[in-house]
């Protein structure tokens, strides 16, 4: 039907069609949810246009049309009014129309079958009011959970019955682990190679997860890029081999998701950590402890940090739980006399007002703190201003830990990370309490 009014699919395009409108002998939808992920100008947004004209046209579906930003909504907008306002070349789509939005913002087509297609760009909000059969996302590279709560109740009550989910997208930057941007790409995808919904399908044209890929072979060119030789040519990727990073490249046009299983001390880069480490070392009376927790609040987490130029750092407990650490803390400063700091966005900070009830003398780190403990920790390690014992819950969080971006600066996220990291947590509060006290100390001095 899309060909018959000039809009023909590649064969590569033509795959996700068949599967987005296969169904079961119910009638229901064998694919739910389609997440289609390939590199920039191959033509996703062709595979787009063929399922949204069939299902309006045809199948009378209603369609929410969402991208990340107003303009990337608006030019899907106009290549599809395209075929509902040339009633020249189109006189029986041109007919069918009951209301065209041009609104910037509140683009709409609906048509006399009750199909139709609204676009929208996404937000935290956005969403509301509207009930369709077809929930599209497009860039789901930049989706985020919030978005995804906001739009995922309009096709609850889908009218035909039998709702659906369309993603498609790029991998999201596997050096920008954001705490939000790119975590339903990267789930959805997750679930699509574990197969664990039958109701998923999932086409990546990527190389695999693994270290980074050849960037200057040809044949991977050619087999992450089906537009390759067609509408996309040679000589553009040429180009953007020499301006774009390896790195970038390999992301942006081979469909690179990064390397799940990198090197251990992916906290401070591969082989840092490990030069820290000093057999046999204790901490006998710690400057300062600090306190952590997972995010499910199922374990918790106290490091020890000592002495100054050079720091000493280890693993004190850990523990299931979390009410653990309020008689433990005040139990560990009474004894030692040492600074207690927990972060003041971190997943025990409801904490607080029982650890000052107990007589806990804390520590408190806002968010530029925890940005400067994080940009010193990293500093000592890379170094090796700073000493370990080799504990098995501190190098198991290191290794573990991801980075997230802060605007321009970054810390370790607890969202991005393989495992829990609280005890790294622990240690980068300990670690601004006893560089904060030094600081003090040198001011006081001076003044």
């Not at 980068?428 to 006081?444: G, I, K, P, R, S």
Request: proline content about 4%; some cysteine; glycine content about 10%.
């Amino acid at each position: 039907m899309a060909a018959g009014y000039g809009l023909k699919a590649d064969d590569w395009q033509a795959d996700p069609v068949c599967c987005i409108y296969a169904r079961r002998k119910s009638g229901r939808w064998a694919s739910a949810t389609t997440k289609i992920t390939v590199s920039r100008q191959n033509g996703k947004n062709g595979i787009l246009e063929v399922v949204e004209l069939f299902g309006m046209a045809v199948v009378g579906l209603k369609f929410l049309h969402t991208a990340h930003e107003v303009k990337t909504a608006r030019k899907a907008f106009r290549r599809l009014l395209g075929f509902f306002e040339n009633e020249r070349e189109f006189p029986e789509l041109a007919a069918m129309v009951v209301e065209i939005r041009k609104t910037n913002g509140q683009e709409a087509i609906f048509l006399s079958n009750g199909g139709s297609i609204e676009f929208i760009a996404r937000s935290s909000g956005s969403g509301r009011g509207f009930t369709v059969d077809v929930l599209v996302c497009d860039e789901d590279q930049d989706l985020t959970d919030d978005e995804l709560a906001a739009l995922l109740p309009t096709i609850s009550a889908a009218p035909s019955g039998n709702p659906m989910v369309i993603l498609t997208g790029t991998p999201p930057d596997p050096e920008k682990l954001d705490a939000a941007k790119g975590e339903v790409a990267r789930r959805v995808r997750r679930e699509g190679l574990e197969r664990t919904d039958p109701n998923l399908t999932c086409f990546d044209w990527g190389v695999p997860d693994g270290p980074l890929p050849d960037v200057d072979d040809r044949k991977i060119w050619h087999s992450t890029n089906p537009a390759l030789g067609g509408r996309l040519n040679i000589a553009e990727l040429e180009r953007e081999r020499k301006m774009m990073s390896p790195e970038k490249f390999a992301r942006e046009r081979l469909g690179w998701w990064g390397d799940p299983d990198s090197a251990t001390g992916t906290a401070f880069g591969e082989g840092r950590w490990e030069a820290c480490l000093t057999k046999d070392l204790t901490i006998d009376r710690p400057d300062a402890i600090g306190l952590g927790g997972s995010m499910d609040r199922n374990r918790a987490s106290i490091g020890a940090v000592a002495g100054g130029e050079i720091l000493d750092v280890g693993a004190v407990d850990q523990r299931d739980g979390v009410g653990w650490l309020v008689p433990e803390a005040k139990r560990l400063q009474d004894k030692y006399g040492c600074a207690v700091a927990l972060d003041e966005r971190g997943p025990i900070a409801d904490l607080i007002p029982a650890l000052q009830a107990a007589g806990v003398d804390l520590t408190i780190l806002k968010t530029s703190d925890v940005l400067d403990a994080t940009a010193s920790l990293f500093d000592r390690v890379s170094e090796r201003r700073l000493r370990h014992g080799g504990h098995e819950w501190l190098d198991q969080a290191v290794k573990s830990a991801k980075k997230r971006n802060v605007g321009d600066r970054w810390t370790w996220g607890r969202r991005q990370s393989s495992a829990d990291i609280s005890m790294l947590e622990a240690i980068l509060c300990a670690t601004h309490a006893v560089e904060d006290a030094a600081n003090y100390d040198v001011q006081d001095s001076f003044l």
